[in-house]
Nanobody, 126 residues
Framework: QVQLVESGGGLVQPGGSLRLSCAAA????????IGWFRQAPGKEREGVSC????????YYTDSVKGRFTISRDSAKNTVYLQMNNLKPEDTAVYYC???????????????????RGQGTHVSVSS
């Protein structure tokens, strides 16, 4: 049974950092593409980042490039999203997702992927 559990969200001041974790069960993260999307109140869902299987190619939406880094730890079967220099506009609930495939395709499709976690809330405010 595929299961994704996010953690690591919280309240942080602008310019601060958080690391989100996505612990996977029922499959091995090395063999499937894993992505993150976010949803802010009153806004559309936004694909944030993705890491493909095997080669581990990474992709980011323009607004987070240079600030966010996606990675995975095979031993822990976990995918991370390191978020630095956070801005108020990064405030949202963040979800990790997988679709059972190897490739990321377009980030805008991440919110449609079949399996997602319960989400973790990130709030950036002074």
């Amino acid at each position: 049974q595929v299961q994704l559990v996010e953690s690591g969200g919280g309240l942080v001041q602008p310019g601060g950092s958080l690391r989100l974790s996505c612990a996977a069960a029922g499959f091995t993260v090395d063999y499937y593409a894993i992505g993150w999307f976010r949803q802010a109140p009153g806004k559309e869902r936004e694909g944030v980042s993705c890491i493909s299987s095997i080669a581990g190619s990474t992709y980011y939406t323009d607004s987070v490039k240079g600030r966010f880094t996606i990675s995975r730890d095979s031993a822990k079967n976990t995918v991370y999203l390191q978020m630095n220099n956070l801005k108020p506009e990064d405030t949202a609930v963040y979800y990790c997702v997988t679709d059972g495939g190897e490739y990321c395709s377009v980030l805008s499709n991440l919110s449609k992927w079949s399996f997602r976690g319960q989400g973790t809330h990130v709030s950036v405010s002074s």
